[in-house]
T-cell receptor, first 114, second 117 residues
Framework: AQSVTQLDSQVPVFEEAPVELRCNYS??????LFWYVQYPNQGLQLLLK??????LVKGINGFEAEFNKSQTSFHLRKPSVHISDTAEYFC????????????FGSGTRLQVQP | GAVVSQHPSWVICKSGTSVKIECRSL??????MFWYRQFPKQSLMLMAT?????????EQGVEKDKFLINHASLTLSTLTVTSAHPEDSSFYIC?????????????FGPGTRLTVL
């Protein structure tokens, strides 16, 4: 079985500052990795995903993430955040075989302050 | 990407009543849909996998007789919370898994907030 750990439950940051949201996973098989964003009372929106190939993945809204197999990490970064980036961010993994349902981390609340 | 809708977006019901939540794939035929539950300030937890034309597969700890899932067509899956109680109050989100590609990406609905009084 796979699991996902998001080390920070909340990350406060000032507008235009860089941010990194941490995600570590564990799995006995190869996995696909995802970052989703959830705005209040809304569903999930895919930010980016790693399936294979280049370990640096670029997503929407200026976010990027780097897959590090040796450290089993998939940290999300943005060089300059905006107020509108305030939301809940979820890291998720899916096995590359079988049902491929997603296993989510506990989420990180990004709070961008002016 | 695919578009998934849910209805209703929110519902309030009395304890003991049943509530049906619909999940529709608007532009894709989804052979598989997933139902997740999210309690306040917590992550999404998979409840069950819904397969078109067959019985749903429930995760450990999820009562199949309480959370009835029907996936009668390729565009519609329904979740019925039977005899709802206040502890069933939660945000329910469905997702569909697109087929026909090397990886079956998931697309999420906007969620349904259920409040049981």
């Amino acid at each position: 079985a796979q699991s996902v750990t998001q080390l920070d439950s909340q990350v406060p940051v000032f507008e235009e500052a860089p941010v990194e949201l941490r995600c570590n996973y564990s799995s006995s098989v190869s996995v696909y990795l995802f970052w989703y964003v959830q705005y209040p009372n809304q569903g999930l929106q895919l930010l980016l995903k790693y399936l294979s190939g280049s370990t640096l993945v670029k997503g929407i809204n200026g976010f990027e993430a780097e897959f590090n197999k040796s450290q089993t990490s998939f940290h999300l970064r943005k060089p300059s955040v905006h107020i509108s980036d305030t939301a809940e961010y979820f890291c998720a993994v899916s096995k590359d075989t079988g049902r491929r349902a997603l296993t989510f981390g506990s989420g990180t609340r990004l709070q961008v302050q002016p | 990407g695919a578009v998934v809708s849910q209805h209703p977006s929110w519902v309030i019901c009395k304890s003991g009543t049943s509530v049906k939540i619909e999940c529709r794939s608007l532009d894709f035929q989804a052979t598989t849909m997933f139902w997740y539950r999210q309690f306040p300030k917590q992550s999404l937890m998979l409840m069950a996998t819904s397969n078109e034309g067959s019985k749903a597969t429930y995760e450990q700890g999820v009562e199949k007789d309480k959370f009835l899932i029907n996936h009668a067509s390729l565009t519609l899956s329904t979740l019925t919370v039977t005899s709802a109680h206040p502890e069933d109050s939660s945000f329910y989100i469905c997702s569909e898994r697109s087929g026909g590609s090397s990886y079956n990406e998931q697309f999420f609905g906007p969620g349904t907030r259920l409040t049981v009084l």
